[in-house]
């Protein structure tokens, strides 16, 4: 790929002289092959024209005659090779100088917000010294600014690499004959791009043809042109639907699994993970395309879903929907393919999951290995989970469906909604996950991926998520939909052994808590019924940013629920912070506004920080110095809150990304659009650069235990309200009043956790 230092040197006048020169050139071709041109002269086709008129006798009328009628036609061909040279190239200068323009501009935007872009295209935070700032004022770049300008950076470098790749390829082939010219003919850039994308789908699907006997180079060769051209439409619908929907499954199903004992291990299944994983990147490119020949691929792969696909000579045979959910794991799948697939999957499972999905899935009958490497956290033989991951990729598909319902009812059931089928495990009704050997349920890892796209309305592996606007109508009822099925998961995932039952949902449902922290703030501001009274809408804006009242039981059951787990507690009162320092800048020069907002926030935290220490005291009740030190870890990462400061310094956006260690990035809604007034944030620095950075050791050093856990967790909840009062003014006795106000707050939300306190250890 191309370099940042080599696309900014890229010198174009050369290539720029290279356009006038073949522009000229095609000029002159095209009157030496047609005449017309100023003065006339003698043309090819007027020799042709004289050639054909004349009387020619003897070996004159045979060879000379065809010598010279040829050699006139041949400059047709010179012109048609000349034009297309000149078209390349046309079109490579102005797409190379687009590029260009892009990274230097990109290049200069960035810097201006102190993020540097080295000459591999690497982003590192840039902050002047305090001697060269002098008294300006510096703005250190947020994590997310670094990631966002490296991710700008390279999809230019990308860009510029396609133009180069194809506009070399294009040369190469219209240069190719040694003794003829080329009758290949491109319009421009775009015309070779598509030739090149349907002669290398050709390729593949000849490749293809051989399915298991395709040798490890052979392979290899497929990838490389299939990971190439994986996002191209052109491609991926050539090689779709000339593969056809039974073609596509046999070709997976053969080269995953040979069968006779020989599936593929060591250096062919490291292969074969990428085929995997760029085979599905295809597909799902495809799947987008509305053309009549996909929309039949499409209708042919759901029909073959109940199909088995078997092997030549291999009585086992997995079932079609088993072979395409495993290539389902990567890319965006088209919305309206995943629908009409996963009604029809989930209908087939519930009129043939008599002696259990295992059974279904995993019949020993019928065993194929279709996910590669093996053992990776790819969904295995379940195709729901398969299905599920696609859905995680598609927030708008996956909203619809589990707001849907299976498609029709039969002999042996009625027709049932997705979310009870997926979701409520003690449904009678409800799906029996498949368990692996050791009795887990992987398939709720893919759940809760789906579940998060669903409710927070972008991809759940987004490195840089952005909150979907609400600015039509369209939008703000998709961000109602959003809420309202969130609404449904704080209601079911309200107690920790709900939760615990579906091993590997924790992580999103934390996040999904993350992502809608405003709407679990809002529901949690009606104590005793209060809400209406107090103006609790006016507060949190609650029109304005579209929040929903989960129930104020059910919300601090499921905050309770999640904050019992390390990971999920970092998760939710990171996010916590965040929102509770927003809601106070929200309220702009209405002091009690502000500080109503900041002491909601500390009666969260204690919330938060009563179950966390409280499942802590449960799980190391009777080993003090285990204990201690899973306190004091908690405290140390609280620390975090000397970053999160209100003062009168510069705003920050609508959302900010939250770093939640080998999780995805969070994107945690502000209660502002634009920050203003005398309580502006500063967070988007030191906290989330802090979180970024700092990990824990599991040192066995445990400085004082559960006490400085606690105060940490005090000092957290404290500061935003602490740096409030320095901004305004506030005097000392005014202080008193709101430490004192506050410290209640903390404690009350903590009555919220407090099921069983003493243990011998408080």
Known sequence: MLSVAQLTN?????????????????????????????????????????????????????????????????????VTEAQSVHSVLRDALAALTRHQEDLRSTIDRWSKKNVYINEQGTATSAVPSGAAAGNAKIEAPTQEDVDRAAAEVAKILEAADDTDQVAARALRKLAQNTYDFSKTSYQGLKDAGREQAIEDADLAVKLASRGAELTDAELKRFNEIVKLQSDNPVFAERFATKMGPEGTLQFWRGLADPGHGDTPTGDRAKILATVQDNLGLTLATASRLDTPAMQDWKEGIIAAGDDRIRHPGIMSAPYGYQVMSSLMTKGTWDKAFLTSYGTSLIDFERDNSRLGTDWLWDNPGHAAQLTYPPGSTKPDNDPVAGFLEALGRNPEASLEFFNGSNGRSSDDHEILSNWDYLVDKDNKDGREWPVDEDGKTTGYT?????LESATLGYAYDDKNPDIPPTETEAQKTARDDRTELMEKVVDHYKTADTIDKQDGIRDSLANMAAGHIDSLNYSMANWGGSGEATDRDGLFDAEGRRLQDFGEGDSANFLRALASDKESYDTVSTAQ??????????????????????????AMHGLLDEARAESIGKEFSEEKEERNKELEKQGEWRKFAAGAVIGATAGVGAAVIVPTGTAAAIAVPLAFETAGGAAETHFATQTMDWLKQKEFDNSDESLEGIQEAKQQGQRNAMTPLLNYAQAQGMDATEVRELTRVARGEYLAGGDYSDSDNVRGWS
């Not at 893919?446 to 789906?450: T, V």
């Not at 106070?584 to 002491?599: P, S, T």
Request: aromatic share 4%; charged share 20%; glycine share 14%.
């Open 446 to 450: 893919n759940l809760g991926h789906a």
């Open 577 to 602: 912070q965040i929102y509770g320092s927003s809601a106070m800048a929200a309220q702009g020069d209405n002091r009690q506004d502000a500080l109503d907002a900041g002491l909601h926030s500390t």
């Open 10 to 78: 890229l010198r174009l006048a050369k290539l720029q002289a290279a356009v006038t020169d073949w522009e000229r050139m095609t000029g002159k071709l095209r009157t030496l092959a047609g005449g017309g041109g100023v003065g006339g002269g003698i043309s090819a086709a007027d020799l042709k024209a004289t050639a054909e008129g004349a009387d020619w006798r003897g070996d004159n009328a045979t060879v000379t005659k065809n010598f010279v009628t040829k050699t006139a036609s041949e400059f047709n061909d010179v």
